[in-house]
T-cell receptor, first 115, second 111 residues
Framework: GAGVSQSPSNKVTEKGKDVELRCDPI?????LYWYRQRLGQGLEFLIY????????KSGLPSDRFSAERTGGSVSTLTIQRTQQEDSAVYLC?????????????FGPGTRLTVT | RKEVEQDPGPFNVPEGATVAFNCTYS??????FFWYRQDCRKEPKLLMS???SGNEDGRFTAQLNRASQYISLLIRDSKLSDSATYLC????????????FGTGTRLQVTL
């Protein structure tokens, strides 16, 4: 079946512009996660969605970052007034359950470059 | 201290060698442990979960030492295709939603 998909695969934007990154999780997966991975670094947790519960936003680095998940499926991560330090790969993952004992399946990521 | 710490490597080993990676975690209440594999410029993929009793999957063996708060990954008979970054991942009690990833250990298997 189809895996997690993300779009765009690459995005180059000018400093100060807003960007929207999209994630389509695996059908039937109730949990959705966003991570950021800077070059040569580990994954940083950003935000987590589970069903109709309030999202866990504890990883968002600033109020320029926000995310939505519509209809319990597709999610959009928005970065406003982008800065050069926002340059990174943004990875989305989904899982069957939020328990942590279920595998998280990752999408291919969106490579964001802020010039 | 980082929540999850790994030696970044790189570990350069010849084909057929046995190699082991360790990872330490800071939260003694951590509940679930995993090894993920990430190929260059690709997304991470689950390699194996780590159980208290230790577990083996083919050439790969994972061990958990709760007393010392570390987990290990042993790869026997290394293949060229094992070249990748291996991420140690921990799920902490009370944070069912969040996995904490180590920065990874890079393995390069050579002829």
């Amino acid at each position: 079946g189809a895996g997690v998909s993300q779009s765009p695969s690459n995005k180059v934007t000018e400093k100060g512009k807003d960007v929207e990154l999209r994630c389509d999780p695996i059908s039937g997966h109730t949990a959705l996660y966003w991570y950021r991975q800077r070059l040569g670094q580990g994954l940083e947790f950003l935000i987590y969605f589970q069903g109709n519960s309030a999202p866990d936003k504890s990883g968002l680095p600033s109020d320029r970052f926000s995310a939505e998940r519509t209809g319990g499926s597709v999610s959009t991560l928005t970065i406003q007034r982008t800065q050069q330090e926002d340059s990174a790969v943004y990875l989305c993952a989904s899982s069957l359950s939020p328990s942590g004992s279920y595998e998280q399946y990752f999408g291919p990521g969106t490579r964001l470059t802020v010039t | 201290r980082k929540e999850v710490e790994q030696d970044p490597g790189p570990f350069n080993v010849p084909e057929g060698a046995t190699v082991a990676f360790n990872c330490t975690y800071s939260n003694s209440a951590s509940q679930s442990f995993f090894w993920y594999r990430q190929d260059c410029r690709k997304e991470p993929k689950l390699l194996m979960s780590v159980y208290s009793s230790g577990n083996e999957d083919g050439r790969f063996t994972a061990q958990l030492n709760r007393a010392s708060q570390y987990i290990s990954l042993l790869i026997r008979d290394s293949k060229l295709s094992d070249s990748a970054t291996y991420l140690c991942v921990v799920n902490n009690a009370g944070t069912a939603s969040k996995l904490t990833f180590g920065t990874g250990t890079r393995l390069q298997v050579t002829l």
